[in-house]
């Protein structure tokens, strides 16, 4: 105690050295993830299959480490085998070599294209490789890497694991990898290195031989012999001499406005530029021995034409420009602006000048002014021309973004009903709905799939049209002003054509067809107005006609029958009493008018159409007669959507219960009206037999000794609910013809609703609305050149791409980021078919002489799918003939010698070009070399056991690589 009170006591610090460091954390925390996935102890697999790095899968599994404060990512590299997990269940040889050790020596996968850089480098099919986080600087310090390359090597021995590990450093994009493999009794060390620039003394094979001698320090006499593999690869990049498929459109023709209608119905596809940048041949000498071959400084025996196996890969030209693609971005684009019409062509383009506003006492003489026209002289032209030509004239033309020509070849494309041909020979009504009928053949086509699936409209409708028009204006006719300028005189037509009762073509008769897109339902509803309309009309005519005739004998004192509406008129060709107006009647007059209605209408049917069967009437033997109804009102399904809305706020309540049903029994009500007039002294039990014969229950009726004597029918049971609303409306019902009643579907009202919503659109709604339409040709076209060219790939991505753009389109608002991924897709597919073409057009498949076409197209079709393609036969195939001609036109180009140079290398032999003339080198210098060298040597000493050493040698213009891997025997040492 006297101690521990003392001041003046010395305190000494105590240090836990059994507290573990950083270091050694971060060696712990490798040896859990070697556990974590299983790669502790031996491995056993099969021998890799040629070609099998390459078609073979390959996974990775990675997570992150931490040394101190320093992230690291660790990653395990493997090729998924069938057989692995059964192999992992034998047990392996006591003695025997790793896995990466064996994978060292094989021959089966040297040089595979679209693999890691350490699977080219090393033929490895397993390796772990622990590099730098994504944020983290570079492993730069020498004595940093020798701590990882220690931690490494540690952890591998602690826990028995066989799989190579790599740790990288150096910056990034040098992929400068050190690592390790340990064996039983063996270890490999792995070893690179990387300069800019490639010794002289190491330009050749032997060079690169006596760096691999010195190396591995065989001290055996005679060494061992040394396996070469020697791949050349050469870059064709001119193509001048090898003609374009592509052939552009007539953009001189498209500006002049002298397009027909052909052109305005066809899309443009193909690349403007070329779409193969560049062909590389690799030249491969597989498997050589020191002593066979010679390349040094002075000479070589590496011909190209000579070597035993060539292959051949493309390189693609970065996002290449394409004529379907331009027009569906530019397209796009617009669906993405937010301008109105009127700021787009200007506040004042449609106002009137002075001096019509000063005019103003004819204003009068105006309104009362005649409008009919023959029917004879109708046409676009005529219909429209006065219309526009009072906007026009206030537009200065320099302010039109549409000339009159291109214009008027638009619409003639778009409304050829109104050519005069057509409609001085009264053939407007047999043409009138030609296009857009969908027949039963139509529906089982290929194109009314793509309608339904896109929300598209049929590529014989009006709407289709419309949107390729507007797509050739927005690319050729001045953008999007033009567009706003053609979609003015497009509304201004439906106003015309709705004013003077004339159908639009291009549009299936019926009902808006929900599956199509909102615009096309909407023009639908405008047709189904005028049809309406103009039935009425008619009907208004023939029944002016029919009271003169009733006239005559009425002043000769001749009876007069009740007048029967035809079995084939429906009620439109009846005037609407809310139409028609009568002279007013004295009091007397009138009192004695509705009694004898009153005593008439006992009797007297209204609106038949025919007998229902055998049926008659519950209270008489009259027969029973299906009347003439009320068509039910054609909805688009905004309006739907709408009415759902409105019956939806009326809530659960009785209240709102029954204020739903009587919105929803306006049919009801009409039908029960138009059958109490055609069926005189009926009652609910007619009417439910008619309408919905489920809710009649027949029963039959037996005497006492079981026989039927009749059968006897009564209502269901939902039917004699008390004050169900079915008996409410038929009270409510008063006899009434459907030509009588009062509308169900106005269809002045809906027409006009129709007009103001195509006024009101924007360019950009405009745009969205005809994208589906848009998108719908563009597969069309897409799907009818691949047919041609044969992409099994293509053809599987054209179904993926179209299920997705369907799901976007059938949703209410789609995503504007995801369709532009659809265009970016469909881009890609262009460019994938215009490659093929590129590719056939350089290989003679696509000319007038297919000799071997067969064989080169498979060649061709390899090149679009594969990674890298062998050539059958290789210099001396027909593919490797073509290659061989190509790069002699290529170098004689470019050193300028004859005008044989810009000959293709098919026209050559028809030009007559002779050897005399071939003075050029066939082949230019490589590009890049790659040697490969492999041996078994016992290192460290003539007494070790044999082990595999390999190096790896890659010698470009740019880089120098050496990546080798070199084995020691550490049984004894």
């Known amino acids: 105690m006297a101690a521990d009170s003392d001041p003046e006591c010395e305190v000494f610090e105590i240090t836990d050295f059994t507290t573990a460091s950083e270091w050694e954390r971060f060696i712990s925390r490798v040896e859990e993830v070697l556990n974590d996935w299983k790669l502790i102890g031996s491995r056993v697999g099969k021998h890799p299959e040629k070609g099998e790095y390459t078609s073979g899968i390959w996974e990775e599994t990675c997570q992150e480490i931490n040394f101190a404060d320093f992230k690291f990512s660790i990653t395990h590299h493997y090729l998924k085998q069938e057989s692995a997990e059964n192999d992992c269940r034998i047990e392996p040889e006591e003695d025997a070599s790793p896995l990466g050790m064996q994978d060292l020596m094989s021959m089966n996968n040297d040089f595979p294209p679209r693999a890691h850089c350490l699977v080219r480098w090393y033929g490895l099919r397993e390796f772990v490789v622990i590099s730098p986080g994504a944020n983290c600087e570079a492993i730069i310090s020498e004595s940093k890497c020798n701590l990882l390359l220690s931690s490494v090597s540690i952890a591998l021995a602690n826990t028995g694991c066989q799989v190579p590990l790599f740790v990288q450093i150096q910056q990034k994009w040098r992929r400068l990898y050190s690592g390790e493999c340990q064996g039983p009794g063996a270890r490999t060390d792995f070893e690179m290195v990387h300069l800019r620039k490639v010794p002289s003394q190491y330009n050749h094979l032997s060079g690169l031989l006596d760096i691999f001698k010195n190396k591995i320090g065989c001290a055996l006499t005679p060494m061992p012999p040394i396996s070469i593999a020697i791949r050349f690869t050469y870059v064709l990049q001119d193509w001048q001499q090898c003609s374009w498929p592509q052939q552009p459109p007539d953009f001189d023709a498209l500006l002049a406005g002298e397009v027909g209608g052909v052109e305005f119905g066809k899309l443009p596809f193909g690349a403007c530029e070329d779409p193969i940048s560049e062909l590389h041949l690799s030249t491969t000498w597989p498997n050589l ?61 449609v106002e009137e000048d002075g001096k019509e506003n000063s005019d103003i006492t004819q204003a009068l003489s105006k309104l009362t002014e005649p409008t009919a026209v023959p029917i004879h002289k109708l046409s676009v032209s005529n219909m429209v021309h ?133 615009l096309h339902q909407k023009l639908q509803m405008l047709n189904c107005c005028i049809e309406r309309k103009k039935a009425r009309d008619d009907g208004k005519k023939t029944e002016g006609a029919t009271e003169r005739k009733r006239a005559g004998p009425e002043a000769a004192g001749q009876p007069v029958g009740p007048v029967e509406v035809s079995p084939g008129k429906s009620w439109e060709s009846w005037s609407d009493s809310e139409d028609e107006f009568f002279e007013c009647l004295s009091d007397t007059d009138e009192m004695k008018e509705v009694e004898t209605e009153r005593s008439t209408n006992k009797s007297k049917a209204e609106g038949r159409l025919q007998p229902h069967g055998k049926l008659t009437l519950m209270n008489s033997h009259e027969p029973l007669y299906i009347p003439i109804t009320q068509e039910p009102a054609p909805m688009t399904e905004d309006l739907l959507e709408e009415q759902s809305e409105v019956l939806a ?132 076209k897409i799907k009818d050149e691949e047919s041609i060219e044969d992409i099994p790939s293509v053809r599987k991505t054209i179904q993926q791409v179209m299920a997705q753009a369907g799901k976007l389109l059938h949703q209410p608002s789609p ?121 078994f040597v016992p290192r460290p000493a003539p007494y070790s056991k044999a082990l595999p050493q390999r190096l790896f040698c890659v010698l470009t213009r740019e880089e120098f690589r050496l990546a080798g891997a070199f084995s020691s025997d550490t049984s004894f040492f």
């Open 289 to 349: 021995t020191e002593g066979i071959v010679v390349d040094n400084d002075v000479y070589s025996d590496l011909d190209p034409l000579q070597a035993p196996h060539w292959s051949v890969r493309v390189r693609k030209a970065e996002n290449p420009q394409c004529l379907l693609g331009d027009f569906l971005m530019e397209f796009f684009k617009l669906c993405c602006r937010k301008e109105t019409t009127e700021e787009i062509l200007g506040k004042n383009s």
């Open 386 to 518: 006065s219309a526009r030509k009072r906007i026009r004239r206030h537009r200065r033309i320099e302010e039109s973004p549409l000339s009159n020509d291109v214009l008027n070849s638009i619409l003639l494309y778009l409304f050829p009903d109104s050519a005069l041909d057509k409609l001085d020979s009264g053939d407007v009504k047999s043409t009138q709905h030609s296009p857009g009928r969908n027949t039963q053949k139509d529906k089982d086509s290929e194109d009314y799939a793509f309608c339904n699936q896109l929300k598209s409209a049929p590529s014989d409708s009006l709407t289709y049209r419309l949107a390729l028009c507007m797509c050739l204006v927005n690319i050729y006719h001045g953008g999007v002003r033009a567009v706003a300028h053609l979609w003015q005189e497009f509304v201004l037509e439906m106003r015309y054509r709705w004013e003077n009762n004339c159908l639009i073509y291009g549009l299936a008769s019926g009902a808006p067809d929900l599956r199509c897109c909102l």
């Open 649 to 780: 706020k009326l809530g659960t309540s009785a209240e709102g219960a029954q204020l739903r049903a009587r919105m929803q029994s306006a049919c009801l009500l009409s039908d029960m009206e138009s059958f109490k007039a055609a069926n005189p002294g009926c009652c609910l039990q007619d009417f439910v037999r008619w309408y919905s014969p489920r809710d009649y229950v027949e029963e039959e009726v037996t005497d006492e000794t079981g026989h039927t004597i009749g059968v006897r029918g009564d209502l269901s049971a939902r039917m004699k609910i008390p004050g169900n609303m079915w008996e409410e409306a038929w009270e409510t019902a008063k006899a009434t013809p459907a030509r009588r009643q009062k509308r169900l579907f106005d269809d002045t009202k809906e027409a006009e609703k129709v007009l103001h919503y195509l006024v009101v659109q924007k360019p950009a709604d405009l745009m969205r609305h005809l994208l589906p339409c848009v998108l719908h040709a563009s597969f069309l």
């Open 815 to 935: 995503d504007i980021k995801k369709l532009e991924d659809v265009i970016n897709q469909m881009m890609s597919l262009e460019a994938v078919i215009a490659r093929a073409r590129s590719l056939k057009a350089k290989f003679g498949v696509a000319g007038p002489e297919k000799d071997d076409c067969e064989e080169l197209e498979r060649f061709v079709s390899c090149l679009l799918e594969e990674p890298e393609v062998s050539v059958i036969g290789a210099g001396r195939g027909p593919a490797g003939d073509i290659i061989h001609k190509l790069f002699v036109g290529s170098q004689r180009l470019a050193d300028g010698s004859d005008e044989a140079a810009l000959l293709s290398p098919m026209e050559e032999e028809t030009a007559g070009v002779t050897d005399d003339k071939k003075a050029v080198v066939d082949f230019p210098a490589p590009a890049g070399r790659e040697i490969l060298l492999r041996t």
